[in-house]
T-cell receptor, first 117, second 113 residues
Framework: AQSVAQPEDQVNVAEGNPLTVKCTYS??????LFWYVQYPNRGLQFLLKYITGDNLVKGSYGFEAEFNKSQTSFHLKKPSALVSDSALYFC???????????????WGLGTSLAVNP | DGGITQSPKYLFRKEGQNVTLSCEQNLNHDAMYWYRQDPGQGLRLIYY???????QKGDIAEGYSVSREKKESFPLTVTSAQKNPTAFYLC????????????FGSGTQLSVL
């Protein structure tokens, strides 16, 4: 079965330190990979995506993610965390065979990021 | 100001009652989606629509119904057949294409009285 795993329910980092939120996946073909962020009691916002090309993708708010095909991972990173980065982060994957169809998005369960001042 | 508007923000349902959640978008997107979010369970797709007057069941459609009479609007009805309706409901929209991203509304928290 195709799946997306976010192995950490919660990540705690100190403000100013680098942060990593992990995502691994198991899907057929070459997937499209996405990260979304959700602030409390709000909808999700798109952060970044990987389709093809450079394995390091840059997105909104200083976030970036690294695609690793051999490890089937797409970890979210930021060099210096801010308290305002505290939120719930979702990884989502869509098999390339289902291009053009968001119905086939496979979601991780989310990772709660807490950045401490 | 473009975006997706969900209303109401909070909704309470009595036993045996149907309730309707509103979702409107002015992004001219063809596709619209309803997700249910429960703590620790991520997002689960209820219904989606890629064109006016057509919609498809998602993974957890039982106890829900939708309509898509206008491109801008995709209301969700939570029927009395949905026995565990308490959740946060998210509406989203997107263009059609290989790499399109989802735009989300701010959500509706539905609770049972």
């Amino acid at each position: 079965a195709q799946s997306v795993a976010q192995p950490e329910d919660q990540v705690n980092v100190a403000e100013g330190n680098p942060l990593t939120v992990k995502c691994t996946y198991s899907v057929s073909g070459n997937p499209y990979l996405f990260w979304y962020v959700q602030y409390p009691n709000r909808g999700l916002q798109f952060l970044l995506k990987y389709i093809t090309g450079d394995n390091l993708v840059k997105g909104s708010y200083g976030f970036e993610a690294e695609f690793n095909k051999s490890q089937t991972s797409f970890h979210l990173k930021k060099p210096s965390a801010l308290v305002s980065d505290s939120a719930l982060y979702f990884c989502a994957v869509r098999p390339s065979l289902n291009a053009g169809n968001n119905r086939k998005l496979i979601w991780g369960l989310g990772t709660s990021l807490a950045v401490n001042p | 100001d473009g975006g997706i508007t969900q209303s109401p923000k909070y909704l309470f349902r009595k036993e045996g009652q149907n309730v309707t959640l509103s979702c409107e978008q002015n992004l001219n997107h063809d596709a619209m989606y309803w997700y249910r979010q429960d703590p620790g369970q991520g997002l689960r797709l209820i219904y989606y629509s890629q064109i006016v007057n057509d919609f498809q069941k998602g993974d957890i459609a039982e106890g829900y119904s939708v309509s898509r009479e206008k491109k801008e609007s995709f209301p969700l009805t939570v029927t009395s057949a949905q026995k565990n309706p308490t959740a946060f409901y998210l509406c989203a929209s997107s263009t059609l294409g290989p790499n399109e991203k989802l735009f989300f509304g701010s959500g509706t928290q539905l609770s049972v009285l």
